[in-house]
Structures are given as structure tokens and as C-alpha cells.
């Protein structure tokens, strides 16, 4: 398909390249990222806000990276990165006025895109958003909306928008055939968008309804190896005093509470991990 | 830039048209001026004070990509600055000019589109000047290319062009203010000093004398100049629309 | 920062007007740059502009290469509040699926091994470079601006006029400049040295359609089986003025952050293999450093040009010019934020690059005013150097 408005590239189309090392069956499982962190502990995030400055909030929201590929990139041997951490940028624009052509609308409409880079995944990825990003978007407008009170902005709109630089794959590279996004990588983008965007909303300074942690468990649960490979708490961020001047230091404060919450939900966890499974899979 | 040729107001139901072609390069082009006009569509977008200037080229065998996408927004700095769009009966109105590539070489993905720049500049002035919008001067513009062994050459070829070091577009107004440079090659500052020299001297050398001009006259007409080209083409149509009145007599 | 700025820098704004400046910024933004940019004679202080920086003063700029895993190259740049996210991802272009390749190429690509390198066949091989590259699409660059990256571009929106014409710029640079070499983008494959009987063998394999018989003492010369395809992306996080010199720094560095991993023709499985061993990818080998600078042209009457009922021919308004002198009626704005831009008309952008010290032009533009002629091109062209060595610098350490 020619897309007048990109530049397009070769007409009939390119392939990925295909490592030699990889159609050897069997090589690579040594080699093969091994999860070094125990099942409850969490990854340290990156998050700060306020980078965009002509938006009303912004954040920007990292991983850390795994050990495994900490030390591929420290001594880099082979080209087949082990696994990749998540990087998100978040802007949140308004509330502002809808569009002259909009229907009237009591409430504050919140309008969320979720986007991968075209170089985000392992996968190269379109420039036109593919149903995966679209189910990313309604998940998080979801996720959202009930944060925020609505009535307060009639006839306004807000847009959250999210740009993923780098997504998360818990599969290795090695599994060609038939990996593409699964939604196990997806979850934990999932759960970086929701917190990048509360962060960003409440960089907006932007009331939410609750001002508590609303804890909602995304998990990501690998049955063939009947071990959790991820868990990541997604926190309503308006804990955060909407006035306070000092920011940053109030989301790395929450930042922490939310990792101290998820270590005090670990006790639950058994039951969370199959429970907000579904719940997470039932919203779409 | 020898044996250009142009007419004015060929299209009946737009304001303002023009067709052109330049043999160097084998360009045939035709422009057409709505103005002024309601733009609905654009209505957050238009200034309070003066006319928005909207430009549309049309590449003939396709649909305009994003190489069109940019020349338009050239095109649209140049004529903004030389439309008087402050004048009554312009301000929040817009000035549409599209501009259609009927011939000539087609221009491929990522191309420069410097080739074709003078011609998309004297179709879209041409148009103006017969949709009668008010500017507060006219221009002329050329190409000139610089060749690998350093030397200046004009009335370039597609080819010629294509084995350029450096090609430059360069628009004058009618009062020898710069108004549009576009280089790109490899070249130092010096050599561009000669070309803006040399471009000069193409665009200006003259200025047609018209039969009762009332703005300063050159030595001699010579319409293979570009600015020249412009009155002459402008007269004809005159004379052409007002023959009924001169014979008359 | 404005705020702290104009109380030193803009005395004339008025104190009966107790308007905060931040206000009169939203409200009078041409006057209130005006003010910061002409103070009173008197106060004997430089000009300056309403962000603080001086006119020809670039804002601070970092880059930050190869921190994206699923890239083969990728770099983040950030000019003061503008800030670029590039990603470079190779992928192969079999010569099968080119559809004019057999036709043009056996028979070219026969002769260019032969021939030894005089003036003429240098020139063959530019263009045949220029070829490979250009008419087979090998650079892919496009930039993205539906991020949120500021208001006003709807995000998941076709890309603007601006995106496009960005991107067409970048790819226009990429091709004007002769930045990636074809040699790099190509993947040989040297066909063995059969015997006859290996070759009938082979024959028998239906492995190749090789002519048995022709020329088995002669090497056979080695063809192109594919070509890497650089998929360039750019993804404007923040958008805080002059995208143009943000995107391409990124791409720039993405590009020298990019490694290709070693690729062969493998007749066994009649494709493309890689290796992925890092010690046997290969860099991409640039040619130059172009470094592109963007300035606009504010001027003190932004209508001047709307009243004049005569504008002066160009000479007259030099002579003019010089006799203002003390009043100066533009000034050239180096790296213009977004306030800066909402208030100019003409640019000028600028891609310098250095060959031994020299400095070489490589793109000029300007447009969208009458002002600015050669003496002040060439003020600029010596900024733009200058500019070159700094970003240099910036790269070099990313």
C-alpha cells in the first residue's frame, strides 16, 4: 500500500533479517534471558514529569532495565538484545474546548491514543495504529475514567496521548515463529501507560475523584513455566496533593507508597495474579 | 529561459488562471487563483487581518505526496509576503491557488524539487496578475546551477541539473529584493555570490518597456527574461481583452 | 524564565499597565520580543531575547545515542525543550523483489568490476551510488508529530503538512547530502569457483543457472543479492520550535550509532542470513557531518511592508538601513523557539558541513521575506560554522 503522506519505502516490501544462530534449534536457550529478580520484587521505574512544556502534563516513564540486559548492553555480544525495558512519554492537552463539530457534552471528554514508535517493538510497526494499539487505548480511557471527575469540565475535551518508545516483550527474540506483540508484553505496557498518564495528569493539575491509591493489579503470568514474570501496580496518582510545589518529589513519594502497596498486596497475590488477569482481560 | 511561453485566463470559471511552459526544462503547467474566497473549512485558521494564502500543486499522473506537501509550503511563504492581503475585502478571506503539472518530467520520491520551482512561481504570479489579487510587487525567478568543475551554467536541462554540483533557485522582486533562495549541492559562499550575481542579471537584465509604462524603462525589450516574460504575457492579454476598445480608437 | 528576564531586560513595558509580564507576553508578543530586543540606548544593555538568550545563540543541546534496544541505531536529541527520538531499523531488500533489477543490473554490475577506476568510471560509480539508493528506496525516513508533542497537531491524525514537509526535507537532505554510502546498504554474494562436473552438479540441484561451460577459469564476479533497507524514524516528542534542526541532529546521530550485522547469501536456504555477532557488524561509514541551523528574521515593523505605499527598491533600502543604524529594524533570531516562530515570517535554514577546515554549504533557504540578502547570509553561513564545531562536539561524546 502507497501512503501518499509518508515516505514510503520499497514497493515490494522488505523482510526483517533472520539470525543464522537462531534456526540452529536448540542454541540460544542457554543464552536465553533468565529472570534474576524474585517473583515479588518490582522493577525500579524512571518517572518524571513535566518535560513537555507546551502541554498542559507530560511524564515520562522507564523501566529498569533486566539484569540480563544491563549486561548486554554493558558488553555487548551478540546484536539479539535479551529482553527490553519499557520507555513511554505521556502528554495530556487540556481541558480545553471540543471542537466546533462535536455534540454537546455535559462531561469532560476523554479521548486517549496509544501509539508505538515504528521502532518500539521487536517487530517493526505500522504508522496507522493496528488493533493492538487501539485495545491499548480503550484499556487505558477505561483505566482513566473513572479518576476523573468529569462534571467538572462541561463541554470540554481532554487528550492523553501516549508514545511508546520502547515496548516490553517477555518472549525472547528466539521465538520467531510465532511471536508478534503478546499480550503479555502488552499488559506491562499497559500498566506503564496508566501510570504515565495519571502521573501526567496530575502534572495537568487535573482533580481526580479519589484521593487514594486506587490499586489495580496487571499481571503477567507465564503458565508454561508456572512462574509470574511480571506485576506492576497501576496507581491512581491523585494521592499527589494537586497543589503541592514541588512535584517531582511528590511522585517519586508515590511512586514509592505504590511500590510499598504492591509489596504489601503480595500476600494476595495468588489469588490477585488470576483474579486481575481476567479483570484486566474482561475490560476489553 | 529562452522561448518561454504563457496565457492568461484560460479557464473560465476560476478568477484567475494561467498556463505555462518552459522548454529547458519541458514544464507545462496550469495555475488557477480563487480570490477572494470564503475558506468555511479553515475558518480557527484564518487571521483576523489579513488573507490566508493557500497553495495546492497537483502532479499530473498521481496524487501529491509529501514532496508537493513541502513545495507548497515554499511557494506559500513567497506569496504571502507578496500578496497584499491587508487590502479591503481580503482579510479572513482566503487566496486559493492551485497549481497542476499538465507535462514534463516527473518528479520522483525525495527529488529536489528546484527544477520545477521558477516554473510553480511564475505560473502561480501569472494567475495572480489575472485574478487581478492586489501585490505589492512582482517577481521573477531562475534557476542556475553550478557544474562540477566550478563553472556557472543556466537554462538548465533536467539532466543538466542532475549532474549539477549545486542547484539554486533564486527569486527576486521587481525591486531587487531577494525574496526566495533555495540551494542545495556542495558549494562555498563565494561561488553562491556568483550565482546570486548571475541569477540577478537573468531575472533583471531588463525591463520591457510597455507602450505607455509608467514604471522605469530598460534599454531594450527582450522577452526571453523573465520579467520581462511576465509583462509581455500580461500585456497581450490586455490588448487582447481590450481590443474592442483600442480599435475603437 | 520570561518572567525573571523582562524585569531587568524590558523596561518599556510600562508600570501603569500592571500587567504581569508574563500577560503582556500573551498579549502583546510582538512588542513584548520588541522590547527585550531594542532596550532604551540609555541602559547601555545588549540585546537580548525574551528566553534570554542572545540573537545568535543556539539553545543547550544534548544527544544521547543508542539507548533503544529494538533498533540497530537510535539517539535522542534535545534543543532546549524541542525534543527528537530517532530510530534506525534495517531490514533487506532481496534483489528478487526488485522489479526492474535483473534487466538493469546483471549486465551493469559485470562492466563496473572490470573497469578500473579513471575519472569517467568514478563518475559511473557516483551515479550508480546515487541510483542504488534513490530509485530503490534504501533511506526511510519519516517524522512523526501526532505524539502530543504540542497542541494543536491531533494526535493519531494523518501526519500534517508540516510532518510531511519535514520528512521530505530530511529525505531530500539525505539524498543531497550523499550521507550513507551505497557500498554499505549492499550485500555481495561471491558465486564458488565450480568445476564443470560441481557445476553440472549443481545444475542437476537446480541450485543456480550457471553457464557451465563459458567461463569456468574466470572468477565469477560477485553480485549484489540484496540491499539493507534503513527504515529512519523520528518521533518529536516536544515540540518547542525548530523541529528541522532537532529531527535531523537525531538522525544524524542515530545514524552514526548504527550498526549492520553481517549478512550473507545462503544457497542452501536461498536467503539472507545474519550473524549476530556484534564483533562482526559493521558501522555505517558517513560521509561528512552535515549540521543544519535555523534562524529567523524578526523585524521591529512586522507591517511595514503592508503600509508602504512605495517599497523601496532593494539599494534605496540599504542606504536607508544604514542611515537608521542606531535603530535597528530586524534582527536574525538563531534556533527560534515556538513564541519566536508565531512572530516571524522569514526563515532561514542552513546545512554547513567542514572538509579540512573548510567550510562547505550543503542546503540554503531562505524564504517568507525580503530582508535578509548576501552580507547577511554570510554572517550566518560563520554562525552556521561555528554551530558545526559545537554540535561536532555534542556528537562526538553521544
Redesign the interface.
Known sequence: MND????????????????????QSGTGADTRAQRQRQPSDLRKIFLKTG?????SG?SYLEFEPSAS?AAARSN??????P???L?L?????GP?PLP?SAPFSPNLVLTT?V?Y??????R?KG?V?DSSERDLGVHLETALRGAIIAERWPKSGL???V?I???EDDRWWGDVPDSHDASWGMMNVLAGCISAASAAIADAHIDSEHRSIVSACVVAYMPARDEITELWLKGDSSKVSTADGDQRSGHEALIDGAVDAARGAHTVLAEAVRESLQKTLGQS | MVGLTASLSNLSRSDGSASYKCPATGYDLLGAVNAPIELPARRDALKPEEATVEVFVKPGNTTAGVGERYVEGILRSVLSKVVLGRERGFPRRGVVITLAIVGGETLDRGDSYLTILPALLHTSLLALLSAAVPLSMTFSATLVGVNKSGAIITDLSAADAKAAASLHVLAFSSKNHLLLNQSEGRFDFDTWEQVRDRALSICKDMTTPGPDGDIAMGDEADSSRPEGFVRETVEDRLYKDYSWKIDSI | MASSSASTAAPAAPNSLSLPPSQFARLQPHAYLLAHLSPPSSSNQPSIRANGRAPSQFRVTSANAGSLTHTNGSAVVRLGDTTAVCGVRAEILHTDDIASWSVSQSTNANKRRRIGESEKETEAKDEEDRAHIEDLNLLVPNISLSTGCAPGFIPSAPPSALAQSLSHQILSLLHTSRLVQAEDLRIWYQPPNLGPEEAQQHNDEEQMDLDAGANEEETKPAEIKAFWVLYIDIMLISLAGNPFDAAWASVLAALRDTKLPKAWWDVDNESILCSDDVKESQKLSLRGLPISSSFCVFEADAAAGWRAVVIPDAEEQKVQDSKHGSQQQKWILADPDGYEEGLVQERVYLVVDKEEGKTVIVKMEKLGGWTVDSEDLRQLVDISAQRWDEMKRILDQC
Do not use: M, Q, W
Open positions: 501518499r503522506r509518508r515516505v514510503n519505502g520499497p514497493p515490494g516490501g522488505t523482510r526483517p533479517p533472520v539470525y543464522a544462530s537462531l534456526l518535560l513537555i512544556p507546551s502541554a507530560s540486559l555487548p555480544k551478540s546484536l539479539i538484545p529482553s527490553s525495558a520507555k512519554a505521556c502528554t495530556v492537552h480545553k466546533r491514543h501509539k514508535a515504528p521502532f518500539a517493538a521487536r517493526r504508522h495504529r487528550d492523553i496521548t508514545t518508545l520502547e515496548a
